[in-house]
Nanobody, 120 residues
Framework: VQLQASGGGLVQAGGSLRLSCVISRNIFDVNYLAWYRQVPGKQRELIASITDHDETNYADSVKGRFTISRDIAENTLYLQMNVLKPEDTATYYC???????????????WGQGTLVTVSS
């Protein structure tokens, strides 16, 4: 299983980052995919998802600022993050779209994630 997220870093408020995640082909092809994030001491939250027909959904907190997309040929999931805010600071993870009980409890395999820090 491969869930290799990258692209995080330190950015000033108002800036942009693009996260990437290489996902095992067996997961990429047969599942809806999603980005999640977690702040230490808080539950992991679902922020964006994409279906196999490229239909997308976003949490209210990121709607209008973040865009999820995928490259089928490269089995890579992306998250374009614009107009970043300090409250976006978190570790970001990619995975298939999971029931809330699974992602809130961080059950199953998640990979290392990538840290995004937004300074004010």
């Amino acid at each position: 299983v491969q869930l290799q997220a990258s692209g995080g870093g330190l950015v000033q408020a108002g800036g942009s980052l693009r996260l990437s995640c290489v996902i095992s082909r067996n997961i990429f092809d047969v599942n809806y995919l999603a980005w999640y994030r977690q702040v230490p001491g808080k539950q992991r939250e679902l922020i964006a998802s994409i279906t196999d027909h490229d239909e997308t959904n976003y949490a209210d907190s990121v709607k209008g600022r973040f865009t999820i997309s995928r490259d089928i040929a490269e089995n890579t999931l992306y998250l374009q993050m614009n107009v970043l805010k300090p409250e976006d600071t978190a570790t970001y993870y990619c995975n298939k779209l999971l029931p809330s009980a699974f992602y809130k409890g961080a059950h199953g395999f998640w990979g290392q994630g990538t840290l995004v820090t937004v300074s004010s």
